[in-house]
């Protein structure tokens, strides 16, 4: 016992120097290894790293810049535009000594300095010190220079991302509005939103995460209107992230939400640029990632999920008829089993007397309670909608359509489910579907089964109990700091949650979220019509026979 407290207390208490060094800021043991003058062994070096990888090109070539040099070129196959390599490093490096001399380069430059300075005609050229910069970025498209006797390279910017073209959304489709959604391609995505936002005041910032993808994540937001506070709780959870990979901004949703274990989403996502500047204009905050069409707008409320681009393009008085529809269809997906558990199971006499005894001739010879029935049903459809869902298209509305079909007319002439509760499912099924954001529409979906369970239990008791439940549970929960059902609870501004009003009217910005600069307009500029303008009357100028004409 006494040997193991001496071996405990005789370990040193912190890593030495050495071994701080070689750790990295994510975790990793590395050693940053400096770019050798040696090109053969800066080649060693990259292929001891890199394996046996076949889409990483080494190209040699004889350069002609003060004396002979071997250049060593070194880029990934595929994310390189081969005409701009050919026509703006390749040819303009065989011919240097030439060039050089028309251009009257040659003088005390440094070699690498002349390269870049005079030869190669590339837009974005950077240096590196360490063989880590250089397979850091040339797997992401750039071309690493090496010359002989030189103990730093040259990056150049030759990027060649093959993406898709710029497409019309498929989750968040409208009537009137754009028709452009963001792509894979994180600066194809920067830069339709800033084709939205033309202002200086506009801050993009990059970052990479991920030890081991090094995804570029963008954070965009509008400089004076977004609040200070909440730009500066999104970068610190940012930084925290530590993780080897990420693929999708679904990753980075769950690392930096405030309530992981709500089934109600708390950050808004969307690959729409037009939702995305609304957002900053309103003095939020954007998350972009590289490899997915979908942004992340900071912070985040429950109305927010119920709204859709759509309201702001057409007239008030459309938008606001179309919001309670949505909010209607919510309540329905959440509470039309249940309610029908209640009423046939507890409360019979709260229906009228026909519609009472049609839904008992219809639950006649059916041998389960409306619960199980309920059940039944609504696990079957959510089958019928997953797999529609994963199948190509064709087959996936043939399935879900002649599927519903089938299975419902054929448990209804068996005389396992009741015609009334197809009809309460399809109706609970059709209205998840009118919920805008996709994100929204699976809370409802899932806690209807609680509810099916509570109004089976305890009749409308039970469904009022898990409404309070639910409404308990939102006020309770925060986007960043900001409430999820702000402005209704705490109370603020409600010209733009279920109503809409006129744009003209909406003076300030969302409360807790613009306070920062709440003003969104000075004064409102309410239209009207011009003054009435009075006919002038004319000398009649025609001839006495015109006049006696007109008389």
Known sequence: MLKKILKLFGRPSSPSKKGSAQTGNQGHNTVLTPISPDLQGNVLEMRHRIGQS???????????????RQVLLVYTEGLVDKTLLSTGVLKPLLLGAQTLRQ???????????????????????????????????????????????????????????????????????????????????????????????????????????????HTDVAVAYIDGIANPEILAEVRRRLERIDIDG????????????DEPYS??????????????????????????????????????????????????????????????????????TLTAPSLYIALTTFHPEMLPTALAMSVAAGREGVPFPAFMEALLMEATFELLREAGLRLPKPFGQVVGIVGA?????AVVRAGIVSPAMVI???IAAIASFAIPVFSMAIPPRLLKFPMMFLAASLGLFGVMVGL????????????????YLSPIAPRGSMKDVVLRTFWWAMIRRPPLIGKYNPTRQRHPVRPHPPREIQPQEKPFQGTRGDRQNER
């Open 54 to 68: 076949g889409d990483i090109v080494f190209r040699t070539i004889l350069v002609q810049i003060d004396r002979p």
């Open 103 to 213: 251009r009257g380069g040659i003088g005390r430059k440094d070699p690498l300095e002349k390269i870049r300075d005079l030869l190669v005609a590339v837009g974005e050229v950077t240096e590196a010190a360490t063989i880590d910069e250089v397979l850091n970025n040339i797997f992401f498209g750039m071309i690493a220079l090496f010359m002989e006797g030189m103990d730093k390279a040259l990056l150049l910017n030759l990027v060649l991302w093959e993406d898709r073209a710029v497409d019309e959304p498929e989750t968040e489709t409208v009537v009137r509005g754009p028709r452009e959604g963001f792509i894979e391609t994180l600066r194809v995505n920067t830069s339709l939103v800033r084709r939205k936002i033309r202002s200086p005041h506009l801050r993009i910032e990059f970052l990479r995460l991920g030890r081991i993808t």
């Open 246 to 257: 990420i693929l999708e901004t679904g990753y980075i949703e769950e690392f930096i939400e």
């Open 263 to 332: 089934v109600f989403p708390q950050i808004f996502h969307t690959e729409r640029p037009d939702v995305v500047a609304a957002g900053l204009l309103e003095g939020r905050i954007a998350i972009l990632v590289d490899g997915t069409p979908f942004a992340l707008l900071i912070p985040a409320v429950f109305a927010q999920f119920l709204q859709s681009p759509e309201d702001y393009y057409e007239r008030p008085h459309i938008a606001v008829w179309l919001r309670l529809v949505r909010y209607g269809a919510f309540f329905i």
């Open 405 to 409: 079909i089938v299975i419902g007319e």
């Open 424 to 426: 309460i499912v399809a």
């Open 468 to 483: 309070i439940a639910i409404t308990v549970h939102l006020a309770s929960i925060r986007s960043f700091g900001v409430p």
